[in-house]
């Protein structure tokens, strides 16, 4: 595997490009709501998981809709390998021109009483593997000389539950990762979008890491987080929304 990548194109050759997004945790959740919008908008969908089988049939699912759909499976918990990897997926599948980084994990229980393996993991998955997936796809995203990178925090990084800790660390740092990379990436036409949700009715309050107790009908539905994804997607390039928050009605929790 090498890091080569296509000579770059003119901002006229970009414009007519088909569109293309890579979504990871997309076997479920926002992630596989995500990838269904996205196809019935006519993008190309490159979906990565650890789920084999879920992906199979969302690539028979959507493929029928016409577009390319292509599921990798990616455990992007193990973090020495989500570079070479998200590389293999773009070798394999061609170079996009939305990243959606939505893999992550849901953590509750109080600070002083946290393992240091499980801060690790929540960082590793919440936090390293975004950026690590951002730097595989930045080599062909600069030869493009465009690109828009849409990572998902959560309203944890603006507002403190308790509880909540480590999630809201993770979050917060996924923020700060995204307006670093907004600074420096913005002289090769890449923008970056940091949305932020509040309680999502996903399979994460289902989880062994999470011990909640919230009104899951209040909650956002994760159809409703990929329409703001798709809009987002589809702004005209010279536009970018930097941070969105989305809530439910009926508050952040």
Known sequence: MTDEVPEAVSAETTSL??????????SSGIGEATARVF?????????VARSGDRLRQLETELGA????????VVDLSKTETVKEKIAEVIAAFGPVQVLVNNAG????GLLADMPLVDWQQVISLNVTSVFLTVQALLPHMRQQRSGLVI??????????????GAYGVSKSAVVALSNAI???EADHGIRVVTLSPGAV???????????ADFDRAAMLRSETVAQTLLHIATLPPEAVISHLTLTPSQGAL
Do not use: C, H
Not at 151 to 164: E, L, V
């Open 105 to 108: 994990m849901g953590y509750t």
């Open 201 to 211: 009715d996903t399979s994460i309050w289902d989880t062994d890491t999470v011990t």
């Open 65 to 72: 809709l016409g577009v390319q759909a292509q599921g990798f």
């Open 17 to 26: 490009m088909p569109k293309r997004a890579l979504i990871t945790g997309a």
């Open 39 to 47: 196809a019935q908008a006519g993008f190309d969908v490159a979906m």
């Open 151 to 164: 990572n998902i925090a959560s309203i944890a990084a603006q507002q403190t539950f308790p509880g909540w």
């Open 182 to 184: 907004a600074a420096e």
